[in-house]
């Protein structure tokens, strides 16, 4: 085994990298001919392998296209000594289907989950070898489940940079359980309602405006909203503010405080604030957009233990799981995994609105996501 980078090793023998805490393997099987290729380009096959589970990963190579622009002319421009890999979910589940025999068209959410996170951090860190050629500098991914359904129009761009951090050491792994059903979408709630003339609700805490927490038992008090019992619901915001709640009211995100006139936030970009609460955990997140058309790029922060993530009392009590979590320094890798990419499809229901306070900071707008299908997940 040859160390790569984090918990992955590269198992030369058998051409996989290897996770070496969960015994999960990405491995190469071949460079498809094009007469096995699945279309035009050039296809390299990989094989997702876990206790007897496997599942096959079809992916294209080619050089990256860089966009430039010379006298408000779009072309387009290879660079051939960089390759950029697309994990194609939609080809790839079409031959697990076949592979399998199944009369569904894709696979589970739990089952594509599983895959997903394990190849998507994998290949990344694909090392230079004979057979695969260059390593990748850019990772796509095309299609998947997005907001509790299967979409074969969903793109994704990874970016990392592994050379700029030192990974977290991790004592134990996490899996995402197989068994896990597709969650309940999001849906985004304007504020005002259309038809009203109502602003957004504030209240005045600790110097600041901000808006009603989850719960009216809250007293609007932070640390006292970050203890709401689990068998609570999440509510007190809906005729308030801004807010996006799926579809059986188990998660939901309200808008919280907004960086006002003469202030701003990371690197000196103004942010909002929002809260996120689901049936585990409650917390706080940044996000900002600085783009001040009617749709633009929203920039979400990841949930954080140093922003208040904290789980909900349990009986009126926290569990020794629970705890861990309250004085952890980082989330740990399955609240990761979960919230990440529960915010993310999120915000990519995100309609905007035209609310707005006087003293927010004049960059701020609540503009509609760019693309339904784009967003980034960044430490801000």
């Known amino acids: ?25 990405v491995r190469f099987i071949a460079k498809l001919s094009a007469k096995d290729a699945p279309a035009e380009g050039e296809w390299l096959r990989f ?11 079809l992916v294209e190579t080619g050089p990256i296209v860089y966009d430039t622009f010379e006298r408000y002319t779009r072309q387009q421009t290879l660079v051939n000594d960089k390759l950029a890999w697309q ?74 940079s592994p050379k700029d951090y030192t990974p977290s050491p991790i004592k134990a792994p996490w899996l995402f359980p197989l068994n896990e059903p597709a969650p309940s979408p999001w849906i985004f709630h304007n504020y005002p309602a259309a038809g009203t003339d109502k602003q957004i609700t504030f209240i005045e805490f600790e110097g600041q405006k901000r808006h009603p927490p989850f719960s009216e038992a809250t007293k609007f008090a932070k640390n006292q909203f970050h203890y709401n019992p689990a068998e609570n619901s999440l509510t007190g915001f809906e005729d308030k503010t801004v807010y996006i709640q799926t579809k059986d009211k188990s998660s939901a995100i309200s808008l919280y405080i907004a960086d006002a006139i003469g202030k701003s936030g990371h690197q000196g970009a103004p942010k909002f604030t929002f809260l996120y ?55 740990g890798v399955e609240i990761w995994s979960k919230t990440t990419s529960n915010i993310r499809d999120a915000f990519l229901q995100f309609k905007g609105s035209k609310s707005r306070e006087d003293d927010w900071h004049d960059l701020l707008v609540l503009t509609c996501s760019n693309n339904v299908f784009s967003l980034s997940l960044i430490h801000i």
Not at 2 to 24: K, P, Q, Y
Not at 47 to 57: M, N
Not at 127 to 143: D, F, H, N, W, Y
């Open 87 to 160: 994990v194609d979910h939609i080809r790839s589940a079409q031959l697990w289907c076949e592979e399998q025999g199944s009369d569904t068209p894709y696979p589970s959410y739990g089952l594509w989950r599983r895959v997903d996170d394990c190849v998507c951090d994998a290949l990344t860190f694909w090392p230079q070898r004979e057979k695969t050629g260059l390593s990748p500098t850019r990772i796509l991914v095309a299609g998947g489940w997005v907001n509790g359904s299967w979409s074969d129009l969903w793109e994704r761009t990874l970016h990392y």
């Open 47 to 57: 094989q997702y392998e876990h206790d007897g589970l496997s599942y096959p990963l």
């Open 277 to 331: 609460g689901d049936t585990q955990l409650t917390s706080m997140f940044d996000a900002r957009n600085l783009q001040r058309g009617p749709v633009s790029d929203w920039e979400v922060s990841i949930l954080s233990c140093d922003y208040g993530l904290t789980p909900r009392l349990i009986n009126g009590e926290l569990s020794k799981a629970d705890e861990i979590i309250k004085t952890s320094t980082e989330p």
């Open 1 to 25: 085994m040859i160390d790569i980078f984090g918990w992955w090793a590269f198992d030369a023998d058998n051409e996989a990298l290897v996770n070496t805490l969960s015994g999960e393997r």
